[in-house]
T-cell receptor
Framework: GESVGLHLPTLSVQEGDNSIINCAYS??????FIWYKQESGKGPQFIID?????DKRQGQRVTVLLNKTVKHLSLQIAATQPGDSAVYFC???????????FGKGTRLSVIA | EPEVTQTPSHQVTQMGQEVILRCVPI?????FYWYRQILGQKVEFLVS????????KSEIFDDQFSVERPDGSNFTLKIRSTKLEDSAMYFC???????????????FGPGTRLLVL
Protein backbone atom coordinates (compact mmCIF):
# COMPACT_ATOMS: atom_id res chain seq x y z
CA GLY A 1 0.00 0.00 0.00
CA GLU A 2 0.96 3.65 -0.03
CA SER A 3 3.43 4.62 2.63
CA VAL A 4 5.51 7.44 3.97
CA GLY A 5 9.08 6.73 4.97
CA LEU A 6 12.23 8.40 6.21
CA HIS A 7 15.74 8.18 4.79
CA LEU A 8 17.67 8.55 8.08
CA PRO A 9 16.63 7.14 11.43
CA THR A 10 19.09 9.28 13.46
CA LEU A 11 20.78 12.62 12.97
CA SER A 12 23.36 14.27 15.23
CA VAL A 13 24.21 17.94 14.75
CA GLN A 14 26.28 20.52 16.56
CA GLU A 15 24.42 23.26 18.34
CA GLY A 16 24.13 26.24 16.04
CA ASP A 17 24.38 24.21 12.85
CA ASN A 18 21.49 23.70 10.45
CA SER A 19 19.62 20.40 10.41
CA ILE A 20 17.96 18.76 7.46
CA ILE A 21 15.53 15.89 7.95
CA ASN A 22 14.25 14.07 4.89
CA CYS A 23 11.12 12.13 4.09
CA ALA A 24 9.89 10.20 1.06
CA TYR A 25 6.27 9.51 0.28
CA SER A 26 4.64 7.31 -2.30
CA UNK A 27 0.99 8.33 -2.43
CA UNK A 28 0.57 10.46 -5.54
CA UNK A 29 -2.79 11.64 -4.20
CA UNK A 30 -1.19 13.24 -1.15
CA UNK A 31 -2.20 16.86 -0.95
CA UNK A 32 -1.11 17.95 2.50
CA PHE A 33 2.11 17.35 4.39
CA ILE A 34 3.00 18.05 7.99
CA TRP A 35 6.06 17.84 10.17
CA TYR A 36 5.58 16.93 13.81
CA LYS A 37 8.06 16.98 16.67
CA GLN A 38 7.73 14.39 19.41
CA GLU A 39 9.60 14.72 22.67
CA SER A 40 9.94 11.77 24.98
CA GLY A 41 6.63 10.85 26.62
CA LYS A 42 4.66 13.50 24.76
CA GLY A 43 2.32 13.62 21.82
CA PRO A 44 3.26 14.84 18.34
CA GLN A 45 3.60 18.61 18.27
CA PHE A 46 2.78 20.47 15.06
CA ILE A 47 5.77 22.27 13.53
CA ILE A 48 4.90 23.28 10.00
CA ASP A 49 2.76 22.14 7.10
CA UNK A 50 2.62 22.58 3.35
CA UNK A 51 0.07 21.99 0.61
CA UNK A 52 0.88 20.25 -2.65
CA UNK A 53 0.47 23.48 -4.61
CA UNK A 54 3.53 24.91 -2.88
CA ASP A 55 7.18 23.87 -2.91
CA LYS A 56 8.46 25.84 0.04
CA ARG A 57 7.11 27.26 3.24
CA GLN A 58 8.95 29.01 6.03
CA GLY A 59 8.24 29.34 9.69
CA GLN A 60 10.26 30.48 12.62
CA ARG A 61 13.69 28.81 12.15
CA VAL A 62 12.05 26.04 10.12
CA THR A 63 11.53 25.57 6.42
CA VAL A 64 9.68 22.78 4.67
CA LEU A 65 10.52 21.91 1.08
CA LEU A 66 8.32 19.77 -1.11
CA ASN A 67 9.46 18.15 -4.35
CA LYS A 68 6.43 16.50 -5.90
CA THR A 69 8.39 15.23 -8.89
CA VAL A 70 10.39 12.84 -6.72
CA LYS A 71 7.87 12.69 -3.88
CA HIS A 72 10.28 14.09 -1.34
CA LEU A 73 9.77 16.30 1.69
CA SER A 74 12.38 17.89 3.90
CA LEU A 75 12.47 19.88 7.11
CA GLN A 76 15.25 22.37 7.62
CA ILE A 77 15.95 23.71 11.09
CA ALA A 78 18.21 26.74 11.25
CA ALA A 79 20.64 27.30 14.12
CA THR A 80 19.69 24.05 15.83
CA GLN A 81 19.32 24.32 19.59
CA PRO A 82 19.39 21.68 22.36
CA GLY A 83 15.64 22.09 22.71
CA ASP A 84 15.24 20.83 19.16
CA SER A 85 16.35 17.36 20.25
CA ALA A 86 13.38 15.08 19.60
CA VAL A 87 11.96 12.61 17.10
CA TYR A 88 10.62 14.27 13.97
CA PHE A 89 7.84 12.70 11.94
CA CYS A 90 6.60 13.61 8.53
CA UNK A 91 2.96 12.87 7.82
CA UNK A 92 0.82 13.15 4.75
CA UNK A 93 -2.83 13.08 3.90
CA UNK A 94 -5.08 13.52 0.91
CA UNK A 95 -6.26 16.80 2.33
CA UNK A 96 -9.14 18.07 4.37
CA UNK A 97 -9.76 15.99 7.45
CA UNK A 98 -8.56 12.68 6.05
CA UNK A 99 -6.32 10.45 8.18
CA UNK A 100 -2.66 11.22 8.48
CA UNK A 101 -0.12 8.63 7.38
CA PHE A 102 3.05 8.95 9.40
CA GLY A 103 6.62 8.10 8.55
CA LYS A 104 8.85 6.16 10.92
CA GLY A 105 10.54 9.17 12.48
CA THR A 106 14.06 10.61 12.68
CA ARG A 107 15.73 11.17 16.00
CA LEU A 108 17.57 14.49 16.09
CA SER A 109 20.29 14.83 18.71
CA VAL A 110 21.85 18.22 19.24
CA ILE A 111 25.39 18.20 20.57
CA ALA A 112 26.16 21.20 22.78
CA GLU B 1 -3.36 28.25 23.84
CA PRO B 2 -6.07 25.57 23.57
CA GLU B 3 -4.84 22.01 23.64
CA VAL B 4 -6.11 18.45 23.50
CA THR B 5 -6.06 16.70 26.85
CA GLN B 6 -6.16 12.99 27.60
CA THR B 7 -6.77 10.84 30.67
CA PRO B 8 -5.38 8.75 32.16
CA SER B 9 -1.74 9.32 31.28
CA HIS B 10 -0.99 5.67 32.05
CA GLN B 11 -3.24 2.61 32.24
CA VAL B 12 -2.28 -0.90 33.23
CA THR B 13 -4.83 -3.64 32.66
CA GLN B 14 -5.15 -7.40 32.53
CA MET B 15 -5.65 -9.14 29.22
CA GLY B 16 -9.35 -9.52 28.48
CA GLN B 17 -10.38 -6.48 30.49
CA GLU B 18 -12.18 -3.47 29.06
CA VAL B 19 -10.50 -0.07 29.05
CA ILE B 20 -11.82 3.38 28.24
CA LEU B 21 -9.44 6.09 27.18
CA ARG B 22 -10.67 9.64 27.45
CA CYS B 23 -9.95 12.76 25.46
CA VAL B 24 -11.10 16.36 25.54
CA PRO B 25 -10.58 17.83 22.07
CA ILE B 26 -10.03 21.52 21.41
CA UNK B 27 -13.37 23.16 22.05
CA UNK B 28 -14.23 24.56 18.59
CA UNK B 29 -12.96 21.54 16.69
CA UNK B 30 -15.37 19.26 14.88
CA UNK B 31 -13.21 16.33 13.75
CA PHE B 32 -11.73 13.91 16.26
CA TYR B 33 -9.23 11.13 15.80
CA TRP B 34 -7.55 8.27 17.59
CA TYR B 35 -4.08 7.10 16.66
CA ARG B 36 -1.80 4.64 18.35
CA GLN B 37 1.96 4.19 18.51
CA ILE B 38 3.43 0.86 19.48
CA LEU B 39 6.78 1.33 21.21
CA GLY B 40 9.48 2.18 18.70
CA GLN B 41 7.12 2.25 15.75
CA LYS B 42 5.36 4.93 13.79
CA VAL B 43 2.06 6.54 14.64
CA GLU B 44 -0.88 4.67 13.09
CA PHE B 45 -4.38 5.91 12.37
CA LEU B 46 -7.27 4.13 14.08
CA VAL B 47 -10.44 6.12 13.53
CA SER B 48 -11.88 9.53 12.76
CA UNK B 49 -15.18 10.88 14.05
CA UNK B 50 -17.38 13.68 12.81
CA UNK B 51 -20.95 14.71 13.44
CA UNK B 52 -21.45 11.93 15.98
CA UNK B 53 -20.42 9.13 13.70
CA UNK B 54 -17.31 7.38 12.46
CA UNK B 55 -15.94 9.09 9.39
CA UNK B 56 -13.11 6.67 8.55
CA LYS B 57 -11.46 3.74 10.25
CA SER B 58 -8.40 1.63 9.63
CA GLU B 59 -8.00 -2.14 9.58
CA ILE B 60 -6.70 -1.95 13.13
CA PHE B 61 -10.05 -0.61 14.35
CA ASP B 62 -11.86 -3.93 14.56
CA ASP B 63 -14.97 -4.93 16.51
CA GLN B 64 -13.21 -4.75 19.86
CA PHE B 65 -12.82 -0.99 19.46
CA SER B 66 -15.52 1.64 19.72
CA VAL B 67 -15.64 5.40 20.02
CA GLU B 68 -18.17 7.68 21.58
CA ARG B 69 -18.81 11.32 22.26
CA PRO B 70 -20.90 10.97 25.41
CA ASP B 71 -21.27 14.70 25.99
CA GLY B 72 -20.24 18.01 24.47
CA SER B 73 -16.63 17.81 25.52
CA ASN B 74 -15.39 14.22 25.87
CA PHE B 75 -14.37 11.78 23.17
CA THR B 76 -13.66 8.21 24.26
CA LEU B 77 -12.01 5.11 22.87
CA LYS B 78 -13.16 1.80 24.34
CA ILE B 79 -11.31 -1.46 23.93
CA ARG B 80 -13.70 -4.22 24.96
CA SER B 81 -11.37 -7.13 25.59
CA THR B 82 -7.75 -6.05 25.61
CA LYS B 83 -5.01 -8.16 24.10
CA LEU B 84 -1.29 -8.05 24.77
CA GLU B 85 -0.72 -6.47 21.37
CA ASP B 86 -2.97 -3.54 22.30
CA SER B 87 -0.14 -2.21 24.48
CA ALA B 88 0.79 1.13 22.94
CA MET B 89 0.54 4.88 23.30
CA TYR B 90 -2.91 6.06 22.23
CA PHE B 91 -3.16 9.60 20.94
CA CYS B 92 -6.28 11.64 20.49
CA UNK B 93 -6.25 14.46 17.95
CA UNK B 94 -8.70 17.05 16.75
CA UNK B 95 -9.01 19.41 13.81
CA UNK B 96 -11.20 22.37 13.04
CA UNK B 97 -12.99 20.73 10.14
CA UNK B 98 -13.84 23.52 7.77
CA UNK B 99 -14.01 21.37 4.67
CA UNK B 100 -11.96 19.05 2.50
CA UNK B 101 -10.43 21.86 0.48
CA UNK B 102 -9.02 23.50 3.56
CA UNK B 103 -5.75 22.74 5.22
CA UNK B 104 -6.78 21.05 8.45
CA UNK B 105 -4.07 20.68 11.00
CA UNK B 106 -4.57 17.88 13.47
CA UNK B 107 -3.50 18.75 16.99
CA PHE B 108 -2.50 15.88 19.23
CA GLY B 109 -2.93 15.22 22.91
CA PRO B 110 -0.15 13.96 25.18
CA GLY B 111 -1.31 10.36 24.89
CA THR B 112 -2.30 7.50 27.17
CA ARG B 113 0.22 4.76 27.65
CA LEU B 114 -1.68 1.46 27.81
CA LEU B 115 0.03 -1.64 29.10
CA VAL B 116 -1.80 -4.94 28.83
CA LEU B 117 -0.46 -7.73 31.05
Amino acid sequence: GESVGLHLPTLSVQEGDNSIINCAYSNSASDYFIWYKQESGKGPQFIIDIRSNMDKRQGQRVTVLLNKTVKHLSLQIAATQPGDSAVYFCAESEGGNTPLVFGKGTRLSVIA
Amino acid sequence: EPEVTQTPSHQVTQMGQEVILRCVPISNHLYFYWYRQILGQKVEFLVSFYNNEISEKSEIFDDQFSVERPDGSNFTLKIRSTKLEDSAMYFCASSRGSGRAARETQYFGPGTRLLVL
